[in-house]
């Protein structure tokens, strides 16, 4: 770490001590795009950046907006609550480089065709967005990221206004997240589980851009126009520096994915539904098997709640898979238990029910597309549930028979 720290502040210390160079025309300022890397989640959607180069005095600084500290107290807590603060960092084009050398990944750069005056403006606009007071800005990953922020910078100093060439409609922030994340089958449904309804909302070539590769890509084709008759690409031309290595970045080798489990968690809860049924009362393991499965899909409530109601996260809210992985089911699990809020418990699974069968009939009519293994993983409560409720309507009509019994023979015996 010491080694890291040292290398960040020589690099800082040379970009304060360039901020004043005035660039050649010889220099280059490029927008890097490195590919995903299976190492970290985050990695999962590749990485943009900003390369400023200028042999005359051999200056070769690459502008990072991804940086941030996850050793900040409670850092995991306001991850969720979408309170996490990134930093523009700086770093060597070596450094850089080695970086993603060492993770077998590709990158691309992309030289801008940009002036000499447009240049000097949008490096002096990087150097000031670098200092300490200016560095830091609120991470939001559809909206202000390591990748919309070099794009920001790049339509501002571009000259002229960027014409982007069009992209597939109809697309949605979800499509272009289960686009990055289709080798990894957990992690699509973690992310289908925790974002709401408003990523399935069309969005423009703009929006698109908080993919690194949609960005790349749209830079590829696009345009600069200064007036009705001076038009000229922005990229001056598209370089391969590094070329990924598949073998280190294919799939995820899973074979127990979210849908597996879902067909085996439901299995398992109509078995235990049958041993109910054959077993009435004479087994505790039905109610064993409902606090484990109610207290597990109540904690996950309580991530959803938070996300929807408490964070600074976006398209969190509404959420309706939040009718199946809600707080309730927790609150219900620890009591069911006691026997004096018995009556209670009793409602809530005819309440949860009645809720779970409207929600798995019109599934496919909500304004949110919800993953597949949902359906069984709710399947699975709703199951539980209707038996709780059947079996005590059971139950009471047993009673029912045993009392109008009773009173019957006490009847005849007068």
């Not at 042999?55 to 107290?73: A, E, H, L, R």
């Not at 060492?102 to 990087?126: D, G, R, S």
């Amino acid at each position: 770490m010491k080694k890291y720290f040292f290398a960040l502040i020589l690099i800082t210390m040379s970009v304060f001590a360039n901020a004043q160079v005035v660039l050649s025309d010889s220099a280059k300022i490029s927008l890097m795009t490195c590919g995903p890397w299976s190492g970290a989640v985050y990695a999962f959607y590749g990485h943009t950046a900003l390369r400023v180069q200028d042999d005359s005095t051999d200056m070769d600084i690459v502008f990072n907006y991804g940086f941030f500290d996850p050793t900040q107290p409670n850092f995991m807590y306001h991850f969720v609550r979408g309170e996490t603060d990134y930093i523009l960092g700086t770093t060597s084009f070596e450094g850089f480089i080695s970086e993603y050398a060492y993770k077998k990944v590709a990158v691309y750069e992309q030289e801008l065709n940009l002036a000499q005056p447009e240049k000097q403006q949008l490096w002096e606009a990087l150097y000031l967005n670098h200092l300490p007071e200016n560095r830091g800005y609120r991470y939001n990953y559809f909206y202000d990221n390591c990748a919309t922020r070099p794009r920001d910078m790049v339509e501002k100093f571009a000259g002229g206004k960027i014409i982007y060439p069009p992209t597939k409609e109809g697309q949605t922030y979800r499509d272009l997240l289960h686009e990055c994340l289709q080798p990894y089958p957990w992690n699509k449904f973690g992310i289908d589980l925790v974002i709401g309804a408003g990523a399935d909302s069309p969005i423009d070539v703009r929006a698109k851009m908080f993919i690194p590769s949609y960005l790349m890509n749209s830079f590829e084709g696009a345009t600069v126009v200064k007036n009705d008759s001076v038009s000229y690409p922005l990229i001056r031309s598209t370089t391969t520096v590094l070329v990924s290595n598949e073998e280190d970045n294919g799939s995820e080798q899973i074979i127990f994915s979210p849908l597996i489990a879902a067909f085996a968690l439901f299995f398992i809860t109509l078995l235990v539904s049958v041993i109910q049924y054959i077993k009435w009362n004479k087994t505790q393991l039905p109610q064993i098997y409902d606090t484990i499965l109610f207290a597990v899909y109540g904690l996950g409530g309580c991530i959803l709640f938070l996300l929807m109601f408490f964070s600074e996260h976006p398209a969190t809210n509404p959420n309706w898979n939040f009718v199946w992985l809600n707080i309730f089911a927790l609150v219900a699990a620890i009591l069911f238990w006691a026997k004096p809020v018995k009556k209670a418990v009793n409602i809530y699974h005819f309440i949860n029910f009645a809720a779970l069968t409207l929600f798995l009939l019109f599934w496919w009519l909500l304004p949110q597309q919800l993953p597949v293994a949902g359906i069984l993983f709710s399947m699975s409560m709703w199951l539980r549930s209707g038996m709780n409720v059947f079996m005590q309507t059971k139950r009471r009509k047993v009673n029912k028979r045993y009392v109008s019994s009773k009173y019957m023979k006490a009847g005849w015996g007068q």
